[in-house]
């Protein structure tokens, strides 16, 4: 591991401050913030991360979950995800998260993970974590091995000819689907983003895979108030039961009144560059009966612009199988 | 497998001891430079004064950490995970180094009540913190009930794995768990056994869960 400072900022401002003097706030980093460790430290022993700095922010006061005044929900970044999960306000009124969260990592690494590096959450990609492999994301033009090579678990939605990696997050798939704002301080100010907008397709530059810069610092997110009557769900299916990434996964918030869907939301998870957020399938759904159809429809309208790799084609028909199970499922539920 | 020479035993049979005592030269000079509690007597598991290591590592910074109830004055490089720092520098080894890359469990410590994985932290991260790990949840003559009932229901073959399995097991019995197998097994996923104990793993912990 390469060497570096371990700094612990007394409040916000000094640990803003001190990060905008990183060249970049993204793949290779100078200073980064030491959320729960369990992908920056990961990285940092693979050599694939290598800060001189370490800032330790999990002592500043960003470990609330409170109401805001609209109805909705803040989440400060430091929360870990085992106390989001297990929160009865998230469980009740955005159970898509809980769920989420529940099928992801393990008990051990949940009770460490934070909610502000679960956004940032790096792919599996092999060729990323293997420092004597080429990888653009890493190596910003060295060539992706992954698109001749072993590309199995690989996405199939947003890629790129430079970048085929997958988000990993099972979280970030219900944020998506929950339309949650990420907010940022920096140097400047404060500032809000749409979770649709804070992660970046690879395009030419993979190695950029957020809109964060030197200085930015993930202070909470916020959750819109909750939709009266949703029915929500998260499916997961992977290798193994348990402790396991997605090979694809689905998240729905749904409400169906009078037999047809009236609000439709749609996220993927394990096929795509960044947390899959669907709007053809939901555009299939909104104002549809709730049948067998509409869910098919919705389903080939999600990955009809899929774009498979050697090994995992597959995952076009099992992303489809998903989220129509999944709707078959919440609908009934 | 009988014991071929029954009159050898020495005095304390642990394997870091024998290595210790054994690998002599060789293994001390290797590991002084970087761990240089292991270079000296490891009776410090039983020394109930506050230990201080680790002071000719270039670039170490000051730490206390609090280790089953009792401080620990270390100075360490910023690197040490809090895995390495417990193993190497406090030389409490049960807690074990299995995939070091958060993929196994056998590191699983509990830090203020809540169980997390030793190999994914910096020890810097936790100053101060409350940690416990194997060792201080029982003795051999006052057993921890899930380390009695890891003993009673064979809840191992190796044991490589089985100290994290208890630290997460111990950790299980606090958190939101429904009565079923099932949910056990779920909430026990991420600490893997390769002999394959599950079985006996699940059944230890669901007597000491009937038994509260």
């Given amino acids: 591991m390469h060497t570096f400072e371990f700094i612990r900022p007394p409040n916000q401002a000094a640990a803003v401050a001190t990060a905008a003097q990183s060249k970049t706030a993204q793949q290779g980093a100078d200073i980064r913030f030491m959320g729960g460790g369990t992908t920056l430290i990961d990285l940092m022993k693979l050599n694939v991360e290598t800060p001189d700095r370490v800032l330790d922010i999990n002592r500043l006061p960003l470990d609330q979950i409170e109401a805001t005044p609209d109805g909705g929900l803040k989440i400060g970044a430091t929360v870990r995800n085992s106390d989001l999960a297990n929160h009865p306000k998230v469980q009740k009124d955005y159970s898509v998260l809980s769920q989420a969260i529940l099928q992801g990592a393990s008990a051990q690494i949940r009770n460490m993970a934070t909610v502000g590096g679960n956004l940032l959450q790096r792919t599996r990609c092999v060729y990323f974590r293997d420092t004597a492999m080429p990888c653009n994301k890493r190596e910003p033009g060295s060539g992706c091995p992954a698109i001749t090579g072993h590309n199995r678990t690989l996405a199939i939605l947003g890629t790129s000819e430079h970048c085929i990696a997958t988000n990993a997050s099972d979280m970030c798939v219900a944020l998506a689907a929950l339309e949650a704002t990420i907010h940022v301080q920096s140097p400047k100010g404060s500032r809000a983003i749409a979770f649709h907008d804070f992660h970046l397709l690879p395009g030419g530059t993979p190695h950029r895979e957020t809109v964060l810069e030197p200085g930015d610092l993930i202070t909470h997110v916020t959750l819109p108030p909750p939709i009266a009557g949703s029915k929500q769900l998260y499916l997961k299916l992977r290798d193994r039961a348990s402790y396991e990434f997605a090979l694809a996964s689905a998240a729905l918030v749904l409400t169906i009144a009078g037999g047809k869907m009236t609000h439709a939301r749609v996220a993927l998870g394990g096929v795509g560059t960044k947390p899959w957020r669907s709007p053809e399938a939901e555009a299939a759904l909104t104002g549809k009966s709730a049948n067998e159809a509409t869910f098919s429809g919705a389903a080939e309208a999600a990955l009809r612009n899929a774009k498979p790799q050697s090994e995992n084609k597959f995952k076009i028909e099992l992303a489809k199988r998903c989220l129509t199970y999944a709707l078959r499922a919440a609908a009934a539920g | 497998m009988s014991d071929a020479n029954p009159k050898s035993h020495p005095p304390d049979p642990t394997r870091r001891k024998f290595l210790l005592t054994s690998g002599s030269g060789v293994a001390a000079s290797l590991v002084a430079g970087y761990v240089p509690a292991l270079a000296k007597d490891t009776g410090v598991e039983s020394d109930p004064s506050p230990t201080s290591t680790g002071s000719n590592i270039e670039g170490a910074v000051p730490i206390t950490l609090r280790i089953n109830g009792k401080e620990h004055s270390l100075r360490i490089d910023p690197r040490t995970t809090l895995l390495d720092c417990i193993r190497e520098t406090v030389t409490l080894t049960g807690t074990k180094k299995g995939c070091d890359h958060g993929q196994c469990g056998a590191c699983t410590v509990h830090v203020n009540g809540k169980r997390v994985l030793s190999c994914l932290n910096l020890a810097l991260m936790h100053d101060g913190e409350e940690i416990t790990t194997v060792e201080g949840l029982g003795t051999p003559d006052a057993m921890h009930p899930m380390q009695a009932s890891f003993l009673a229901c064979d809840a191992y073959q190796c044991g490589y794995c089985t100290s994290g399995q208890i630290m997460s097991a111990v950790a299980l019995l606090e958190e939101p768990c429904g009565p079923d197998d099932a949910?056990?097994?779920?909430?026990?996923?991420?600490?893997?056994?390769?002999?394959?104990?599950?079985?006996?793993?699940?059944?230890?912990?669901?007597?000491?869960?009937?038994?509260a």
Avoid at chain 2, 183 to 203: F, P, T
Wanted: net charge positive; with cysteine; hydrophobic share 40%.
């Fill in chain 2, 183 to 211: 949910a056990v097994k779920e909430l026990m996923s991420g600490n893997i056994c390769r002999c394959g104990a599950y079985a006996n793993i699940v059944e230890a912990i669901q007597h000491v869960r009937k038994r």
